[in-house]
């Protein structure tokens, strides 16, 4: 018995509006939430705390000095170990601070007007969460300025199944949505996240009911239908 586009079209259109009307978005419905649909929304900030803490990597240059440029992570102790000046104590110092204190450790007994630059390049304190529709979920540290994308880059990006305008961002308990779409087309601002920060990719409930059966050319196919 063949089965005619007639037939076909309203059973397709009526599993993928079944599909919506069941997976409808939760988050712009939370109690009290001011969920705005404009990226530019979402307060703006640096991303994390710019204090140095334990097992923060960070990349120590001395100008025209190679041996003394390195990367070295901050011990448990709080503590890096350099040449020529030993354990220097970074925790609680800002990147700055710690040029300072390690330019002021070398014009001492060895250089002239040393100039030292450091660059945190992990920082453990600064984390945010990326979950959802990616394709690797999990926990991440911030390494500088990160914005929506970048973070949403470190899980290794959305996943087949993401819908790019159901983008939350959790930030101390309220929600923002990002719209990505228009983020990639430049329409709005990429935001940046900040330390304890929540990123959710939404699911697409089309792109989820096609692929519960098994393709659009499984959910046409008189078996598809009947499964």
């Given at each position: 018995m063949k089965?005619?586009?007639?037939?076909?079209?309203?059973?397709?259109?009526?599993?993928?509006?079944?599909?919506c009307s069941s997976n409808a978005p939760q988050h712009t419905a939370l109690p009290g939430s001011t969920v705005s649909m404009a990226a530019a929304s979402l307060p703006t900030g640096t991303s994390g705390s710019d204090r140095?803490?334990?097992?923060?990597l960070l990349e120590i240059d001395v100008?025209?000095?190679p041996d003394l440029s390195k990367e070295v992570r901050v011990d448990d102790n709080g503590n890096i170990?350099?040449?020529?000046?030993?354990?220097?104590?970074?925790?609680?110092?800002?990147?700055?601070?710690?040029?300072?204190?390690?330019a002021t450790r070398l014009?001492?007994?060895?250089?002239?007007n040393p100039q030292v630059n450091v660059i945190v390049r992990e920082s453990t304190a600064s984390r945010v969460t990326v979950s959802g529709a990616v394709n690797r979920?999990?926990?991440?540290p911030l390494a500088g300025d990160t914005t929506v994308t970048q973070a949403i880059a470190l899980a290794e990006g959305v996943?087949?199944?993401?819908?790019?305008?159901?983008?939350?961002?959790?930030?101390n308990g309220k929600p923002y949505t990002v719209p990505l779409a228009d983020v990639a087309l430049g329409k709005v601002p990429d935001p940046m996240v900040m330390a304890g920060d929540r990123i959710e990719v939404h699911t697409s409930s089309t792109k989820e009911a096609i692929a519960d059966y098994g393709g659009v050319g499984?959910?046409?196919?008189?078996?598809?239908?009947?499964?």
């Open positions: 089965m005619t586009w007639k037939l076909l079209f309203p059973l397709f259109a009526a599993v993928t509006l079944a599909a140095i803490a334990p097992q923060d100008f025209k000095v170990t350099l040449a020529l000046i030993g354990t220097v104590r970074a925790q609680g110092l800002s990147a700055s601070q710690l040029e300072k204190q390690i014009e001492k007994d060895y250089m002239h979920p999990g926990v991440y996943s087949r199944l993401a819908t790019k305008d159901k983008v939350t961002v959790f930030r499984g959910l046409l196919s008189p078996f598809g239908l009947l499964r």
